[in-house]
């Protein structure tokens, strides 16, 4: 069964997506391999990103309930897009704090969280419900407001667990995060400490399980802008 992500991708071809994925070795923009920079055991330590695309979430993947259809979505999302506001990143930053490395706002951004909220508070009717059986093994070292979260909206980081992150690896043993991460800054120092502006809501898709997420359709939000705060 395919699945459907609401994801910020940025622009085809530019700067934050070229480096994003030489690092992960793929784009989603049409399913295609990309060179990475030849640093050792690069392939297997972004074998899970990989798969994903570059991108930071916004809602998390879901199956189509019965009955909704995929261009009703795509309509549903367009119309969100229309009512939010495009927001400045001021700063981003490398982070490996959770085992992994990402890229991610220097500080945390309370209006991007909220227009995630709107986005998986808004986008739900579309989430068919998951199996009791995968969710009670994705319950597993979660918290219990995560639990909750999980239970009621597909994905236990949301709201107040969410922190927009573009991740960079697998989770990875202490050992491989020391070596790499300065691997990371220097591939993506052209970024670093930079402005991001966060301008469209993109569709990708998992056309069957297991398969890499393709991107699909992308809508700009409409563009008065305003920086974020904490």
Avoid at 50 to 58: K, P
Avoid at 99 to 106: K, R
Wanted: contains cysteine; aromatic residues 10%; proline residues 6%.
């Amino acid at each position: 069964m395919m699945r459907y992500a609401i994801y910020f991708a940025p622009q085809q071809a530019s700067l934050f997506d070229t480096l994003g994925s030489s690092w992960l070795g793929r784009t989603a923009y049409g399913d295609k391999s990309v060179p990475q920079p030849a640093i050792s055991d690069l392939a297997a330590a972004t074998s899970e990103p990989m798969r994903y695309g570059f991108h930071a979430t916004l809602k998390a993947p879901f199956s189509l309930k019965p009955g909704q259809r995929r261009t009703v979505l795509g309509e549903k999302t367009q119309q969100l897009a229309k009512q939010l506001n495009q927001l400045t990143i001021a700063k981003l930053t490398l982070t490996a704090e959770h085992g992994f490395i990402a890229l991610v706002p220097e500080q945390r951004q309370i209006t991007v969280a909220q227009l995630a909220d709107r986005c998986v508070r808004e986008l739900d009717e579309f989430r068919d419900e998951e199996d009791e059986d995968r969710l009670a093994r994705r319950r597993i070292g979660l918290s219990e407001r995560q639990r909750k979260y999980l239970d009621a909206w597909g994905y236990p980081y949301v709201f107040e667990d969410f922190n927009l992150h573009f991740s960079l690896t697998k989770t990875l043993a202490a050992a491989d995060l020391e070596w790499l991460l300065p691997e990371a800054r220097k591939h993506f120092a052209p970024v670093i400490g930079r402005s991001l502006k966060i301008d469209s809501l993109s569709i990708f898709v998992e056309p069957a399980p297991g398969a890499n997420f393709i991107f699909e359709e992308q809508f700009p939000i409409r563009s008065t802008l305003r920086t974020t705060s904490t």
